[in-house]
T-cell receptor
């Protein structure tokens, strides 16, 4: 069964608005990463946050990690139509090799 | 160009006919992994390999085999495919199991009839 859960499952916003997606996980992780997938294509890495970090920024992306709640959030600011895609979080266990993905959030940004 | 290459991209096969999906990476990565993606279920890890001749089960290994004889290749073998293995498959590699990003192949869409 999936250990990663993401909400919302689908999100529809207007261009220029911010989009926030959340991810929860169950086991201990070494780091958490967010990926983007365009319609059935391969996943593309967006940002990584380590277990000892609380917040990280990269361009219009902001990721937070709360290890006590086993949750993470991805914020995309000033969204664009080109941000339309599915977004997944991945928890990677320390040195164990096992990785678990969330079910994903499908984001639609309307022009 | 750094990449992970999967073949074939699309495959329709019949129940019970053995098949292999190949995966090759040109980044000298130690870690490789296979996932399947089904609607509403995200990506589920099938098998992973932390180095040559070292493989381990992910969350959904039943019905699959893998091998890692060389660092660059990590084929996925379905000895006797069944319709419930119809899915979108992704191969990924990363430099190590530490804080490194995964590079994904473009996917293999498999249909078993």
């Amino acid at each position: 069964s999936q250990q990663g859960e993401e909400d919302p499952q689908a999100l529809s916003i207007q261009e220029g608005e911010n989009a926030t997606m959340n991810c929860s996980y169950k086991t201990s992780i070494n780091n958490l990463q967010w990926y983007r997938q365009n319609s059935g294509r391969g996943l593309v890495h967006l940002i990584l946050i380590r277990s000892n970090e609380r917040e990280k920024h990269s361009g219009r992306l902001r990721v937070t990690l709360d290890t006590s709640k086993k949750s993470s959030s991805l914020l995309i600011t000033a969204s664009r139509a080109a941000d339309t895609a599915s977004y997944f979080c991945e928890g990677l266990e320390s040195h164990a090799g096992k990785s678990t993905f969330g079910d994903g959030t499908t984001l639609t940004v309307k022009p | 160009e750094a990449q992970v290459t999967q073949n074939p991209r699309y495959l329709i096969t019949v129940t019970g006919k053995k098949l292999t999906v190949t995966c090759s990476q040109n980044m000298n990565h130690e870690y490789m992994s296979w996932y399947r993606q089904d609607p509403g279920l995200g990506l589920r890890q099938i098998y992973y390999s932390m180095n040559v001749e070292v493989t381990d089960k992910g969350d959904v290994p039943e019905g699959y085999k893998v091998s890692r004889k060389e660092k660059r290749n990590f084929p996925l073998i379905l000895e006797s495919p069944s319709p419930n293995q119809t899915s979108l498959y992704f191969c990924a590699s990363r430099a190590g199991t530490g804080s490194t990003e995964a590079f994904f192949g473009q996917g293999t869409r498999l249909t078993v009839v």
